[in-house]
């Protein structure tokens, strides 16, 4: 368990930074898909499976703003637009797996209470 010396060695403002790029309820869904394959925007939806159409975009916009994922369009037509983590976003794997294990602590905690 981190000691409050621990956090205190943190700059708010990285934790700041970080948390700006994360916030988001679907931007962690989003990146845990995309990190086993580039995936296009109707693939990336029905994986996803309850989230809008208008949300998905702003998400990805946002994450795309980033530098997190990136955004390849191929002039066909339609046109086929596919998306995929940039290398800078691949940082972001071990930071969500760390989550996700937080999330099974967490859960098994609130199954104890």
Same mark, same amino acid.
């Given at each position: ?20 790029? %994360?916030?988001?309820? /679907? ?12 995936? !296009? ?14 949300? %998905? ?5 946002? %994450? ?20 995929? %983590?940039?290398?800078?976003? *691949? ?10 294990? /937080?999330? !099974?602590?967490? *859960? ?6």
């Amino acid at each position: 368990m981190p000691s409050p010396t621990k956090l205190a060695r943190i700059d708010l403002a990285d934790l700041q930074a970080a948390t700006a790029v %994360l916030h988001g309820r /679907w931007k962690t869904t989003i990146l845990f898909y995309l990190a086993a394959e580039p995936l !296009r925007f109707g693939a990336l939806r029905r994986a996803i499976g309850t989230i809008s159409e208008k949300v %998905l975009i702003q998400q990805l916009r946002e %994450l795309e703003r980033d530098r997190v994922v990136s955004r390849h369009v191929e002039a066909t037509v339609p046109p086929r637009v596919e998306y995929a %983590l940039t290398p800078h976003g *691949r940082t972001l794997c071990d930071v969500v797996e760390s989550m996700a294990g /937080w999330g !099974r602590k967490h *859960r098994r905690h609130l199954e104890r209470a």
